[in-house]
């Protein structure tokens, strides 16, 4: 760690020209990790020529955020190409590649990677920080302003505390490093950031994703065998984007399904749901899964029609000849996986 800091430190000093970014459909984790390494590096070397590009715009609104309007929201791998920076730091991903559509190169860029993913498939770094925690941003507040002891930067607080809240669903899972996790929300609590404003901030719905939500609540089946399922027809999905629905507002609806409801229903404490993937063509269904901590591995179920995911929340894309299909595959993926 120690050897990390001091690497980290010489590769800040001898760049001039720095580029950081983060993964595609960035969630508040990823833009707030990123934001705060971009505005702690401009308060602390104000003489270096720095960028924040992503690619792609998060879901929320978050642009009451300190700094949110300096992100350019660009292709990653074509900035790379015309900027030729000489270091680029990724922060919420473990490759360069997470981090646009196109392949991205570093030409002849040195790499930082502060990430909190698992290890298992990451590239190459100059410097790479990941001691899994719940959020990147932690693990970027922990580094610069603990470790380092930089100067933060205005509007730090609702950046680190946005991050931390969105990536640990405020800190309802099991996390090793709790202790950290409560003394940096305590310093960004007596800092003046709220948990009330930023989660009501966060969690802002629109009519057409409650539409989705109404659907997959009137479709849902509690199965006598542990789990819960939804799905939502191809007929109305293409009705209802007929409407002028947006993509992302479907995605979102699904979202707050699974993450609030597909765990909850009677005593079931996993499920998934269904849903048509018409961007990838007639026939494409996608699968997301989830399960109460310790209750079933759902990583398992997933890989076995072809994605994967994390041992709670995974999910997968395949091909069916309808729904009822599609569901019965699931249905089978699930019987053929071993339960642990
Ligand atoms: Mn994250």
Not at 5 to 21: G, H, M, P, R, S
Not at 133 to 160: H, R, S
Not at 211 to 224: F, Q, R
Not at 317 to 325: D, G, I, R, S, V
Request: charged share 25%.
């Amino acid at each position: 760690m120690e050897d990390q800091i001091f690497q980290l430190k010489k590769l800040l000093e001898d760049a001039e020209n720095i580029l950081v970014t983060s993964h595609i459909s960035p969630d508040p984790d990823a833009v707030c990790s990123s934001l705060l390494i971009y505005l702690a590096i401009k308060t602390n070397y104000p003489d270096k020529k720095i960028k924040l590009v992503l690619e792609e715009k998060p879901s929320n609104d978050l642009s009451f955020l300190q700094g949110y309007e300096q992100i350019e929201f660009v292709d990653v791998a074509e900035t790379l190409r015309q900027d030729n920076p000489d270091l680029v730091i990724v922060a919420d991903a473990g490759k360069l590649n997470r981090c646009s559509r196109n392949p991205a190169e570093l030409h002849e860029a040195k790499l930082v990677i502060i990430d909190h993913h698992e290890p298992d498939d990451k590239d190459d770094a100059d410097v790479y920080v990941n001691n899994g925690t719940p959020a990147a941003t932690q693990e970027v507040y922990n580094l610069l302003f603990e470790k380092l002891g930089w100067t933060k930067p205005e509007g730090y607080q609702d950046i680190a505390l946005l991050g931390i809240l969105a990536d640990t669903f405020r800190f309802r899972y099991r996390n090793p490093l709790h202790r950290e996790t409560f003394r940096i929300v305590s310093d960004l609590l007596d800092a003046g950031a709220s948990i009330e404003v930023l989660e009501s901030k966060l969690n802002r719905y629109t009519k057409p994703q409650l539409e989705i939500l109404g659907h997959l609540a009137a479709n849902a089946v509690v199965t006598d065998q542990g789990f819960s399922y939804s799905w939502l027809y191809d007929e109305y999905v293409k009705d209802w984007l007929g409407k002028g629905n947006s993509v992302m507002d479907l995605k979102n609806g699904c979202e707050i399904f699974v993450n609030q409801f597909v765990r909850n229903l009677n005593n079931n404490l996993w499920g998934f749901i269904v849903y048509p993937d018409l961007a990838a063509g007639e026939g494409s269904y996608s699968v997301s899964f989830r399960s109460a901590s310790g209750v079933r591995n759902v990583q398992n179920i997933a890989k076995l029609l072809g994605g994967g995911g994390h041992v709670p929340a995974a999910g997968a894309k395949f091909q069916a000849a309808n729904m009822q299909e599609a569901i019965n595959k699931v249905l089978k993926a699930i019987e053929n996986t071993p339960d642990s």
